[in-house]
């Protein structure tokens, strides 16, 4: 891969190549060549709301198996490349969009969802914003202290951090802002380590941080150091739909792609269910 010939010029680094160190996510199990499968709580998509309810129920010591249509892309294969990442991090290879082809529509399609290749920035829910939610969609305990600590926790398990060092770009940004008095400030980002590396503030976080500093659902949640019980994680598997009888699901109708490209289709039954395929998916599974 050549180098442009103004990137000098313009002060832009090209994306690194150096190598980086792997971890391989604790449960993430190859599929059985046949037969159904069965677990007490199966969560649908390894996304930031599957990765957290996953890893807590698991670390309770429930017998929990994610389900993720996307693929692990590992470290050392995220290559800051722009065209090869959003093919193989991103729904339908980025080219997601609505029907009528309007509107774009970018969401993470691998294990980690979209918190492998989102911008990092981690806000907690506003005091409005929780008033309108208990109160539009008849949500009581987001008021509670409870779920103020449930906040306070996964802050602490992604390590949100209130500031971190900016690149140059969003420093003009903030300068700009500052100078001409508009409100401006940092914002809370969950990474580790990135101002003390040699890439720091490299900005390529929507293709995925190759050196683990951002706590991504891999990093965070299912990382091989972290004791995280019985949990088995299978990467390609797309549920298709859940199939329901009297108001209960008896199971959920899945397909396996195995790593020669074979599908296979399967049930998978559980006592419990959760679907946490992102915003754009989830209706479509239920
Ligand atoms: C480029 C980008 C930048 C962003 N930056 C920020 C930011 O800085 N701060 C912030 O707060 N938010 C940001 N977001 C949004 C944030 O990432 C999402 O709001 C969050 O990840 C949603 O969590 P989720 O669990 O609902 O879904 P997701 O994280 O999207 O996870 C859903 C998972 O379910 C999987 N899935 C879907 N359908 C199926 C199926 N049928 N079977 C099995 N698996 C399935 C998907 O592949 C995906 O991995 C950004 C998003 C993008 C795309």
Known sequence: MGRGAGWPTLGYPSPPIESTSNITPRGLTTMPSEGDLECETLIIGSGAGGGVVASTLAEKGMDVMVVERGAYIPRSERNNRE??????????????????????????????????????VSLRPTEPLLNEWAREHDLPHLLTPEFSQCIDDVCEQLNVVPEVPHNRQNQMLLTGSECIGGPSGPLPQNVRGCEKHGYSQCGYCLFGCRNGFKRDVTEACFNEKRDTGDVRIHDNVEIKRLVHRNGNVLYAEAVARSSNGELRSLKIRAKRYVVSAGGIFTPACC
């Open 83 to 120: 065209f090869e990442m959003v093919s193989r991090m991103y729904a339908d290879r980025g080219m997601l969009t609505t029907n009528d082809q309007a509107i774009s529509l970018f969401a993470g399609q691998n294990l980690g969802g979209g918190t492998s290749v989102n911008w990092s």
